[in-house]
């Protein structure tokens, strides 16, 4: 068995791709207590820029955090979603492709675990669009990271199709070019129903019908009481790579790479 090695999840095509992300207009609530946030580092990265906008912010796991620092507002194709990031800043049902945001808005934009569900090239021309000369977009993924077989043989039966490779780039285009990369590790600390319940929140268990998600949730109970031991309350160290990139209109490359 072996980690994945692709760059982005792979799609037949821009339907299957459409489909694959309109799974997530259910769940909301699951979603928002099973998927971690992002390390301070990420937020870091848009220091300085006061209006920013998250794009497929979801239930607002990454909008929370920039509101603590930044005029934020908030978009994303889930209506269910959406109500529950607007907790935390104005958030309106539209997409990356279509934000619905004045020309020149916003000082940034950001998109966490939402890139690889967009069409590219119309969402980079509505990110020229939207954000202002100088500005800047932040772009984060979460992985686990399947360095050990174990935590590799746990996504495998979740089906967590989002497993990118390390040192991947994620697809953008012009006027857009990565300025900025930062890549580091970090550690979330589940109970084994907790881990169970972030298997419903992704795309595939969405997608399946009743006996492929009971059959997911038995393969994980077997695996994670049976097999490795652990208890209801155990404490089960989940680790995590997040690779997060930032683009600018200009051709100015830095790598950030933290341990």
Not at 8 to 27: E, N, V, Y
Request: glycine residues 6%.
């Amino acid at each position: 068995m072996r980690p994945s090695q692709v760059e982005q999840p792979r799609f037949r095509d821009a339907q299957q791709r459409l489909g694959s992300a309109q799974a997530f207009r259910t769940g909301a609530r699951t979603y928002h207590d099973a998927r971690p946030g992002y390390p301070p580092e990420v937020i870091e990265l848009l220091r300085g820029f006061r209006r920013v906008v998250d794009i497929g912010a979801g239930t607002g796991k990454l909008t929370e955090a920039l509101a603590e620092h930044h005029e934020v507002l908030a978009l994303d194709p889930s209506a269910e979603m959406i109500r529950l990031a607007s907790r935390y800043a104005p958030s309106w049902q539209a997409t990356a492709e279509h934000t619905a945001l004045a020309e020149h808005s916003v000082d940034a934009a950001a998109c966490a675990q939402t890139r690889h569900w967009v069409d590219v090239p119309q969402a980079c021309a509505e990110l020229d669009r939207i954000v202002r000369p100088k500005g800047q977009v932040l772009l984060a993924w979460n992985t686990i990271d399947v360095s050990d077989p174990w935590v590799l043989r746990l996504t495998r039966i979740m089906h967590a199709g989002d497993v990118l490779r390390p040192g991947f780039l994620p697809a953008i285009a012009a006027p857009w070019t990565i300025a900025q990369e930062l890549r580091t590790q970090w550690t979330d600390h589940l109970t084994p129903p907790e881990i169970i319940a972030l298997a419903r929140t992704r795309s595939y268990w969405l997608r399946s019908p009743a006996h492929i998600r009971n059959k997911i949730e038995k393969n994980l109970s077997w695996y994670l009481y049976e097999h490795s031991g652990y208890q209801e309350g155990s404490s089960v160290a989940l680790p995590y790579r997040c690779d997060a990139f930032v683009l600018s209109r200009t051709r100015t490359a830095m790598r950030t790479g933290l341990p």
